[in-house]
């Protein structure tokens, strides 16, 4: 008698035509993945996010690798090497680092259960969907709190950090979710209409860049496409200062006097930083007696880890972004979503502090390392480049 397959039992994750066994849906894989965008939900002093992201990888243990996939062995350097060197500078500057520590080591968890087929990419990125529409409309009619009145919060907490999930995450959900153009649609409305009410002028540069990447620099060589996600991450550090404080921004000027004096004591902090940084999870500033996050992703991991930790995990995201090129320029609009997620990250992570270790930068890399083991081909809505 044959075994009927359902959501809790898929076909062989094993077999070589890898983006047919991931058309079901692993009904596990969607439902701890929709947890992830509620960044205010905690159990116990850890976000709920967090304990998703574990159950995904200890399910993960008892799966086959689609085809007998490994991770590529730069991946696996580049990985466990930071890691180590988390470990390294908080046992050197004597601090507690367990729990930072394990949060990265989460989120290389889900790197290798993506990247090793074992998790699915369209039931985590349609999980993605769902959360994200479902905090953004909770969001909207007063669910989840209002930490920023004027500015889209809820369950994402922070208008700035939740721009950064929307952003990141919310162009794999609209490419991976469904081949259907009016799918596509329906998942991106909600999603954009998110990220505008956050009015986080980072995330609202990173969705356009990506844009800009999906409609055209794809389109571009190599080198080419690689020197214009380079200039986009230039640009977002060097916009004019008139530019920034137009129309609905005008009004931020406090906010942004604040954050100058941020990264004038991030700058006090990395100057006396060993080598290895300051160690795990000390990537804050005090300010008139208050506490503040880095405003700097890039500072921030230099903070934790020194520069040695900041090359690793540009070297994952170049890793990333390259291996999907040759794809990306072929037309594949999914490995072109995931090259634009990674500018997104690179660009939100100028702003922000909590960018370049957190979760969402994990998801991207997982998703390039997943859809790479998939067959090169384009769906219906797709088509090639020009030329």
Same mark, same amino acid.
């Given at each position: 008698?044959?075994?009927?397959?359902? !959501?809790?039992?898929?076909? $062989?994750?094993?077999? *070589?035509?890898? $983006?047919?066994?991931?058309?079901?849906?692993?009904?596990?894989?969607?439902?701890?993945?929709? #947890?992830?965008?509620?960044?205010?939900?905690?159990?116990?002093?850890? !976000?709920?996010?967090?304990?998703?992201?574990?159950?995904?990888?200890?399910?993960?243990?008892?799966?086959?690798?689609?085809?007998?996939?490994?991770?590529?062995?730069?991946?696996?350097?580049?990985?466990?090497? /930071?890691?180590?060197?988390?470990?390294?500078? @908080?046992?050197?500057?004597?601090?507690?680092?367990?729990?930072?520590?394990?949060?990265?080591?989460?989120?290389?968890g889900v790197i290798w259960a993506f990247g090793t087929g074992r998790a699915s990419l369209r039931s985590? =990125?349609?999980?993605?969907?769902?959360?994200?529409? =479902? #905090?953004?409309?909770?969001?909207?009619?007063?669910?989840?709190? *209002?930490?920023?009145?004027?500015?889209?919060?809820?369950?994402?907490? $922070?208008?700035?950090?939740?721009?950064?999930?929307?952003?990141?995450?919310? #162009?794999?959900?609209?490419?991976?979710?469904? $081949?259907?153009?009016?799918?596509?649609?329906?998942?991106?409305?909600?999603?954009?209409?998110?990220?505008?009410?956050?009015?986080?002028?980072?995330?609202? /540069?990173?969705?356009?860049? @990506?844009?800009?990447w999906i409609v055209y620099g794809r389109r571009l060589g190599q080198v080419a496409g690689t020197a214009l996600a380079i200039v986009f991450v230039w640009l977002v550090q060097n916009v004019p200062e008139d530019l920034i404080s137009f129309g609905p921004f005008s009004n931020r000027s406090g906010s942004d006097n604040l954050r100058k004096r941020i990264i004038a004591q991030e700058d006090v902090e990395l100057a006396t930083s060993p080598w290895y940084g300051n160690g795990p999870g000390t990537a804050k500033v005090t300010i008139r007696d208050l506490e503040f996050f880095f405003h700097n992703s890039y500072l921030a991991t230099r903070q934790e880890g020194g520069w040695l930790a900041l090359l690793l995990v540009l070297g994952l995201l170049a890793y990333s972004f390259g291996i999907l090129t040759t794809r990306s320029h072929a037309g594949d609009l999914r490995a072109a979503a995931v090259q634009s997620a990674?500018?997104?990250?690179?660009?939100?992570? #100028?702003t922000l502090g909590e960018v370049l270790l957190d979760t969402p930068a994990g998801i991207v890399v997982a998703f390039a390392l997943g859809h790479a083991l998939t067959p090169a081909t384009t769906t219906a809505t797709e088509s090639p480049p020009d030329g």
């Amino acid at each position: 008698m044959s075994t009927k397959n359902t !959501p809790w039992n898929l076909p $062989d994750k094993t077999v *070589d035509r890898a $983006d047919e066994a991931d058309r079901e849906i692993r009904m596990s894989d969607f439902a701890l993945m929709a #947890v992830l965008p509620f960044r205010t939900t905690v159990v116990s002093g850890y !976000p709920i996010n967090e304990f998703a992201m574990a159950a995904l990888v200890m399910l993960c243990l008892f799966r086959p690798a689609r085809g007998g996939a490994r991770l590529p062995g730069v991946v696996t350097l580049l990985g466990v090497s /930071l890691l180590a060197l988390l470990v390294l500078s @908080g046992l050197a500057n004597n601090i507690d680092w367990v729990r930072r520590v394990g949060h990265v080591g989460i989120t290389a968890g889900v790197i290798w259960a993506f990247g090793t087929g074992r998790a699915s990419l369209r039931s985590g =990125a349609i999980g993605m969907a769902a959360g994200l529409i =479902a #905090v953004i409309g909770m969001a909207i009619v007063g669910i989840g709190g *209002d930490f920023y009145p004027g500015r889209l919060t809820g369950f994402l907490g $922070d208008p700035n950090a939740g721009a950064y999930f929307i952003a990141a995450l919310g #162009v794999i959900a609209v490419f991976f979710a469904d $081949d259907r153009l009016k799918v596509r649609v329906a998942i991106a409305i909600p999603i954009l209409t998110g990220l505008w009410l956050c009015y986080s002028r980072t995330g609202l /540069l990173a969705a356009g860049l @990506g844009l800009v990447w999906i409609v055209y620099g794809r389109r571009l060589g190599q080198v080419a496409g690689t020197a214009l996600a380079i200039v986009f991450v230039w640009l977002v550090q060097n916009v004019p200062e008139d530019l920034i404080s137009f129309g609905p921004f005008s009004n931020r000027s406090g906010s942004d006097n604040l954050r100058k004096r941020i990264i004038a004591q991030e700058d006090v902090e990395l100057a006396t930083s060993p080598w290895y940084g300051n160690g795990p999870g000390t990537a804050k500033v005090t300010i008139r007696d208050l506490e503040f996050f880095f405003h700097n992703s890039y500072l921030a991991t230099r903070q934790e880890g020194g520069w040695l930790a900041l090359l690793l995990v540009l070297g994952l995201l170049a890793y990333s972004f390259g291996i999907l090129t040759t794809r990306s320029h072929a037309g594949d609009l999914r490995a072109a979503a995931v090259q634009s997620a990674v500018i997104g990250t690179a660009v939100m992570a #100028v702003t922000l502090g909590e960018v370049l270790l957190d979760t969402p930068a994990g998801i991207v890399v997982a998703f390039a390392l997943g859809h790479a083991l998939t067959p090169a081909t384009t769906t219906a809505t797709e088509s090639p480049p020009d030329g």
